[in-house]
Structure formats: C-alpha cells, structure tokens
C-alpha cells in the first residue's frame, strides 16, 4: 500500500516577502503545494491554524498548521528529501540568513511607518529603520562572495526575495551601493520560481 501525500496548502499575499520566499522554497525543493492567496488583514479564517494571523502559513491536510517562514523553510527542506539546502551547522550562513531576514523585516516596517498618517508617523523610527538598513546591505556587500557563491541553496533564494524587496519598498539605489550583490541578483532573479512570484499589487 502506498502512503497518500499530504495536501499541502501555503497561504500568501500578493506582495508578502516572507510569504515569497517559502513560495520559491517550496517550488525550488519540487514540493507538490497549492499556493493560496489571501488579504491577510481581513482573513479570520486563519486564526484557528496561526494566531498570529500573518502569512505565511503552511496548512497540511486542513489540520496543521506550520509557521512561520523558517519553520516552513524547515518542513520543505525535511520532505524534500534534498541534501546540502539548508545551513546545517554552517552558523555563518546562519547568521546571514538572519541578517536578511531582519534586513526585510526592517524594510516591511519602513513600509508600514511611511504610510502612516503624517501625525501618526515618527520621523526618528523612519530614519532609525533607513539606517538599519543601510547597515545591514554595507554589511552584506561586504560579505557577497559569501552569498552568492557555492551551490545552490536556502541562503541564495532568502537574499534575492529580500534585496528584490528593497527595491520594491525602499529604494533602487542598493543597487549603487552593492554592486556585488546587484550583479549576482540579476542573474538569479531569472529563475522561473523568481519570476512567477515577483510582487504585484
Ligand atoms: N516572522 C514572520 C513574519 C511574517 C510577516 O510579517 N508577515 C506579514 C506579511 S509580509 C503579515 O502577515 N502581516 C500581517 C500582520 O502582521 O498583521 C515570518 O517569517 O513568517
């Protein structure tokens, strides 16, 4: 008797990074899932598998539920069954990871700061997350060999979703000031799993 699959269903936005990158992940690993999108700010529904109600969020045969975006990176790379994806013990690439994650982090809240009615908005938290920023790209330019060099993995598809989304949300100008990463990211966003889930409003 064979084993059935699991139904897998990733639910996402339409511009989430997070949700993105386990998108990429899920469909690079060869992951049979449906991608599901949602406004996740309207979507009650999702309480009751991710209190948090955030995207993303991985619900296996309409039962369990598996988040955040690490956690989902996890599961995918566990079922995938692929070897050399995923960090291991490698606490430097760990570190990077991190550091691009919160880079993206830091611009999904820049983002969320600028739109904010002017008497709600605070000038100084907008120019401490511009400076986090600015920080963390000098820091991964300095590190881009790193990044972008040896096989193909976790590491590669985080940085490419979060420098992707500096330009969507923050600035093409990352771009002067990181020529190494600039460079190697426009080759690999031409991957089809890039391509298809560039954000659009
Ligand atoms: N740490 C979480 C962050 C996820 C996150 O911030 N998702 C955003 C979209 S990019 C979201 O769901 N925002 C809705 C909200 O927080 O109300 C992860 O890595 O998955």
New binding site residues.
């Given amino acids: 008797m064979t084993e059935k699959s699991p139904a897998l269903v990733l639910f996402t ?1 339409p ?5 993105r ?2 998108q990429v992940v899920g469909t690079e690993l060869g992951i049979a899932f449906e991608s599901r999108t949602i406004d ?2 309207s979507a009650e529904f999702l309480d009751e598998f991710n209190p ?5 969020t991985l619900v296996i045969d309409g039962k369990t539920a598996i ?4 956690t ?1 990176f996890a599961y995918f790379d566990a079922i995938s069954g692929k070897s050399s994806f995923s960090p291991g013990d490698d606490f430097a690439q760990m570190s990077r990871i991190s550091l691009f ?1 919160g880079l ?2 830091a611009c ?1 809240h820049y983002r969320m700061s600028i739109i904010l009615p002017e008497n709600e908005r605070s000038e100084a938290n907008i120019e401490k997350l511009r400076v986090r920023m600015n920080r963390s790209l000098d820091f991964l330019e300095a590190h881009a060999q790193e990044t972008t060099e040896g096989n193909f993995r976790l590491e590669q598809i985080v940085a490419a979703c979060t420098l992707e989304y500096i330009d969507y949300r923050y600035s093409h100008e990352w771009r002067l000031r990181c020529p190494r990463l600039d460079t190697w990211v426009k080759t690999f966003s031409q991957r089809p799993s890039m391509m298809e889930s560039r954000p659009s409003e």
Avoid: H, K, N
């Fill in positions: 936005g511009t989430s990074p997070f949700a990158m386990a996740v700010y948090l109600r955030q995207i993303p988040f955040d975006s690490r989902i994650l993206t982090e999904l």
